[in-house]
């Protein structure tokens, strides 16, 4: 069964299940969902100080709207990144925190993953509205222009994330071990996509190299990472307010479709034996 039928056949479960996990999440808090906005916030006031005033790098200005401001270009490629690794993390682990959900009554599992990447999703989207008014206040007011390909883009980064959660949220429940490699791995896989770094650092340490076999290049080999071409389109769409790359645009919605068909096969597969193996 799909995607699109689970969440139309079981809509009000979804829902629940969506608004328990923002309720949840921030429940008994003052500043309630405001504090989505504090992790990105942080780290970009950490990151910021670190490449301004210690290592002192600054990417190229955007173009053409013109901002040359980096803590919002860097906003651009972390909150995408954030949104990502934390789609992945909590679809990951939710079979295994609703074990008790699964084992008394019958509905589609992938509804569990679902409602958790549509809780963070709402989240990012208040994330990514902030954004917009600052880069706005900033000068780049054509960004306003850009937000429907912006919202295209975010539903396919969405894809992606829970389409990998689907198959990793199984592998969760056979191998616990999953999440501490996953999470090792997220750990590594921000500092291999250009979020704190411009690509053109990796661009000029592949032309100092070479290619390194055939006329394989350290950047092609660089370029595979998903993330990386998401991270593009977004920069491209916010900070410089302008169309993503043609290339850039195929790779993700390549990835997007071939990650949630893997997931959903793989969910698929197993998803009935759930109960017996929990």
Known sequence: MSIRVNVRRYRELFVNLTQRELKGKYKRTILGQLWSLANPLALM???????????????????PSGLDVF??????GLLPWIFFSNVVNQGMGTLLANES?????????SVLVLSSSAAIAVNWL????????????FGAWTVFLWLPM???????????????????SIANVYFRDTQYFVTIALQLGMYMAPIIYP????????????????????LDIYRLNPMERFI??????????????????????????????????VFSRNQKKLAEIL
């Open 199 to 218: 690509v053109s650092l990796v661009k000029v340490q592949s032309d100092r190299i070479g290619p390194l076999f055939a006329n394989v290049t350290l």
């Open 150 to 168: 912006l919202v295209v883009f975010m539903a396919l980064l969405a894809v992606f994330a829970t389409g990998i959660a689907l198959a990793l």
């Open 126 to 137: 208040v994330e990514m509205s902030v954004l917009v008014v600052a880069l706005a206040l």
């Open 101 to 109: 959900l699964i084992k008394k009554v019958y509905f589609p599992r």
């Open 45 to 63: 006031v950490v990151y910021s100080f670190v490449f301004t005033f210690i290592i002192r790098m600054t990417p190229e200005p955007g173009d």
């Open 71 to 76: 803590p919002l270009w860097l906003l651009c």
């Open 232 to 265: 593009a389109v977004f920069r491209r769409l916010l900070y410089d307010n302008d169309w993503p790359a043609f290339d850039d645009v195929i790779a993700c919605v390549l990835w997007a479709a071939v990650a949630i068909t893997l997931g959903m096969l």
